[in-house]
């Protein structure tokens, strides 16, 4: 994957491998922190088998780490993010927001991360009536 941005670092170097392999998919369109950067491997694509046929993964400290240990080994996929939401918004019906005042810990695809950090206005303004038509620019840092 070719970036056009500098992936963030993480939050904290010496918790890297330490989180939890069950983290929530993706979702709730705004991020706080990187916890690690991880990389998938399968058994059934190549990736050796260490685990007894389960897929497994690596975490690294960056994204640079991460995505060179994937394209130098068989049966991995593109680096995740593990993220950090402090707040975020969930959509349980198409264009029906809610802010959830929770963490949450995350998986990402590493491009969302080309998203500002939540600040402490990007929920209220994504939410707000007065918000533009395209709402996602807020999160994109458009407006």
């Known amino acids: 994957m070719d970036l056009q941005f500098v992936p963030p670092l993480v939050l904290d170097a010496t918790k890297v491998g330490e989180y939890p392999a069950s983290a929530k998919a993706g979702g709730g369109y705004v991020w706080d ?20 046929g389960n897929d497994y993964f690596y975490a690294f400290e960056t994204y640079a ?48 991360l080309s998203r500002p950090r939540r600040t402490e206005n990007t929920i209220p303004d994504f939410l707000s009536p007065n918000a533009p038509s395209n709402r996602l620019a807020i999160l994109r840092g458009q407006v």
């Open 33 to 52: 922190a990187v916890l690690e950067y991880r990389v998938w491997c399968h058994p059934e694509l190549g990736a050796p088998d260490v685990c007894e």
């Open 65 to 112: 780490e991460a995505i060179e240990y994937a394209e130098q080994h068989k049966g991995c996929e593109e680096p995740l993010a593990l993220i950090l939401q402090c707040e975020y918004i969930d959509e349980p019906e198409p264009e029906q927001y809610a802010h959830i005042k929770q963490e949450r810990v995350a998986e990402w695809p590493v491009e969302f």
